[in-house]
């Protein structure tokens, strides 16, 4: 399928939506399952295709590991090689080869792993050697903290199982702080202890983890777009499934940014349930420093509803499946809305919305699809690529025909 035609005739949206996993949780789960030779259960994996390809390859018995466009699969799986001692390269697709890898690359070498670059310094693909003493691995390392959580979690991930466990100095101020947070929180869950002893100084000492079976909570990235379709409605009612209101995930900040736009989220034991409230202001500013996921949403949201909003955090957008903030202007200019950076990494929206008429393209990245998608509530949109939503949401289509939206199939 080539493009598909999304509209809603009667632009009242009530659905009962059983979202898929988390994946950054699942994702967290699995290196530490395989780490402790499966001492516990993962109950509520994610269907998303990098999940997927994340328990693929941890079976992968071959030398090359292709990790296909999945960024977190690539960084998880090159920290938890070298932790496992095995000879490994690590490869992708083109995107994924022109995304650097060497804050994390460089940090295990200093550890004293041994990593080679097989092509361009700093990026995939990289070549894993096995060590013949393994016990020399050194147990502190220095990293920016404005850096990818990526990164940083891959190596938090084999902290306590590293012969001397693991102290990270960060040099800078931490951004994306909600996902460390979320993987200290997995480690702690499983008995894993750390210590920040100065605000810069993260210390996981060698410890055995003590098995707990684990239950992925439903993804709040995924969340986020029926959100925006609350918003977009003329009346909605939307119960989501195993969204939880103390939820370790940093998206969850979703709730806060809709309620600018009009959307109260009310919880119980199910999840969440999404209704209509007051729309609070023309303008605002939002930071998405620690949610860069939920940016396309709600950017694609204020431009449909003519907020003059102004953005930061978005730095990491660049480096994503594509660069996000070039595919949105170009997306959001068929839109009539030009989203311009004003000083740097700070972003503001301008223009008035007009419905597109073009086909709004992908960009082989899955949030482009999903992040326009809402947008059918105004008038009929055409998509390119549908098929993207596989790497994280892989039933969205169904889950929209399910909430009362028309999908036709264009070739």
Known sequence: MNAIRL?????????????????????RALILQALSNHAFQVHNLSEARDTQNLIFNLKNKDLVIDVLDAGTAMRFLTAYFCASNQHKVLTGTQRMLDRPIAPLTEALRGLGFSLEYKNKAGFAPIEINPLTDF???????????????QFITALLLIAPFLPKGLTINFSTAIT???YIDMSLSMLRHLGIQHNWSTPEKLVIKPQPLIPADIHVESDWSSAGYWFSIAALAERSDIQLHGLKQDSMQG??????????FGVKASFDKSGARLSKSVFLSNSCTMDFSDSPDLAQTIIVLAAAMNVRAKFTGLE???IKETDRIKALQNELAKC???????????????GNYTHPKEVISTYHDHRMAMAF??????GPITIEAPSVVEKSYPRFWQHLLAAGFSIEEMV
């Open 373 to 378: 998608a809402p947008l059918s509530l105004l």
């Open 7 to 27: 509209s809603h005739r009667t632009l009242e949206v009530s659905a009962d939506v059983h979202l898929p996993g988390s994946k950054s949780e699942s994702n």
């Open 336 to 350: 009539g809305v030009q989203l311009n950076e004003f000083s740097p990494n700070q972003f503001e929206l301008s």
């Open 135 to 149: 016990k020399k691995i050194g147990n502190t390392c220095t990293l920016p903290g404005n850096i990818s959580s």
């Open 176 to 178: 994306s702080r909600p």
């Open 316 to 318: 990491s957008l660049r």
């Open 251 to 260: 998206d969850s900040a979703i709730t806060k940014f809709a309620e600018q």
